[in-house]
């Protein structure tokens, strides 16, 4: 079965400092796994995805995020925090080895950017 | 451009009504999927459909049914509304080739039940 443990339901971090938001993922199979943001009363937002093609993975916003096997994990960094970046982040598995279309979403973890 | 929209955006009901939420997109995708969003479960998968006709329970199906008539729509229904079903409800759409596709999510509706 597929599922992700986000490590910290809440970070906070000054505006200009390095961002690390940590998942660990458990799947049977090669996962897909993506980072969503959701800002204040929005919709969730594609950040980035992993799809097993290259393992560091680039997405919006100047948000990256590596998948390392070994590790079981997919951490989301950013090298320096804005303002806007604070919202909610959701680690997300995709169960499509077993042909499936589902998404297994973590429980969040609240990023706070102080100025 | 190509969108997904839920409707109402907040909804104030009683304990036993039904309760329809809407769910419209026009990316013209085959696969839409309703969650429910609750503090410290993250999201949680209601009912899913991979095409019109085709619908399958999620996780917490309990006491809610979709229907799919056609391409572009997926209402979730309550059937008698429950205060345990207080909850942001988002619909998503997408999610193809086998999951390694995204979702695109509408906006949420805020259901409230007294």
């Known amino acids: 079965a597929q599922s992700v443990t986000q490590l910290d339901s809440h970070v906070s971090v000054s505006e200009g400092t390095p961002v690390l938001l940590r998942c660990n993922y458990s799947?049977?199979?090669?996962?897909?796994l993506f980072w969503y943001v959701q800002h204040p009363n929005k919709g969730l937002q594609l950040l980035l995805k992993y799809t097993s093609a290259a393992t560091l993975v680039k997405g919006i916003n100047g948000f990256e995020a590596e998948f390392k096997k070994s590790e079981t994990s997919f951490h989301l960094t950013k090298p320096s925090a804005h303002m806007s970046d604070a919202a909610e982040y959701f680690c997300v598995v995709s169960d499509y080895q077993t042909g499936a279309n589902n998404l297994f979403f973590g429980t969040g973890t609240r990023l706070t950017v102080i100025p | 451009d190509a969108e997904i929209t839920q409707s109402p955006r907040h909804k104030i009901t009683e304990t036993g009504r039904q309760v329809t939420l809407a769910c419209h997109q026009t990316w013209n995708h085959n696969n839409m999927f309703w969650y429910r969003q609750d503090l410290g479960h993250g999201l949680r998968l209601i009912h899913y459909?991979?095409?019109?006709?085709?619908?399958n329970k999620g996780e917490v199906s309990d006491g809610y049914s979709v229907s799919r008539s056609n391409t572009e729509d997926l209402p979730l229904t309550l059937e008698s509304a429950a205060s345990s079903q207080t909850s942001v409800y988002f619909c998503?759409?997408?999610?193809?080739?086998?999951?390694?596709?995204?979702?695109?999510f509408g906006p949420g509706t805020r259901l409230t039940v007294l």
């Open positions: 459909s991979y095409g019109v006709q085709d619908t």
């Open positions: 998503a759409s997408g999610g193809g080739r086998g999951g390694l596709d995204e979702q695109f």
């Open positions: 799947s049977s199979y090669s996962p897909s």
